[in-house]
């Protein structure tokens, strides 16, 4: 367990490759239930909990859904499972580094929104490195697939769970 616990750090501090985690299945539903979990926890803008729970789950599915679209793309379905594990394991790192600011245990309304986009920036620079290891592309055009990845899912979402009136 410690050996797996330090695989995930070492991805998340950018010195890990998704190929370096097991190919298991088990490890792979394990992370994605966890990532759900934590989406729940962090993704507190929401007043109901139903709609809470639908945007996590559609948060999380996105995630799944576009890296599943480059893979295909890219013909490696091989790659699928330890990519998301990954990828999975990197959304539940960062949020559980997110989660105090989602309790309101933040530095501040200033310090809260940088830490938020320091944070963002640091999991699409994670997601960044995992597409590069897994489909083999240069570092530029991985950043780009992210990018849009992020952007599109952010959509998506934004469309079907409006933001709450202030």
């Known amino acids: 367990m410690r050996a797996l616990l330090k695989l ?6 950018l010195v890990g490759r998704p190929q370096d985690l ?8 394990l992370v994605a239930a966890l990532a759900l979990a934590t ?4 993704d507190t803008g929401f007043s109901h909990n139903i709609q809470r729970l639908g945007f996590a789950t559609t ?3 996105l995630l799944g859904l576009w890296v599943a679209a480059f893979i295909a793309i890219r013909r490696l379905w091989v790659r ?10 990197s959304n539940v790192l960062i949020n559980l580094v997110t989660w105090p ?3 309101g245990h933040g530095f501040g309304a200033l310090g809260s929104e940088v830490l938020a986009i ?3 920036v640091w999991f699409t620079a994670i997601v960044t490195k995992i597409l590069w290891h897994a489909l083999e592309l240069p570092l530029p ?3 780009l697939m992210t990018l849009t990845g992020i952007f599109v899912s952010g959509w998506i979402l934004i469309t079907l769970f409006p933001l709450p009136k202030s």
């Open 8 to 13: 995930f750090l070492d991805i998340g501090f």
């Open 22 to 29: 097991p190919a298991s299945r088990a490890l792979l539903a």
């Open 39 to 42: 989406n729940y926890a962090v």
């Open 59 to 61: 948060q999380t599915t």
């Open 80 to 89: 699928y499972g330890q990519t998301m594990t990954a990828i999975y394991g």
């Open 101 to 103: 600011l989602s309790l």
């Open 118 to 120: 320091v944070l963002a």
């Open 141 to 143: 055009l991985s950043a």
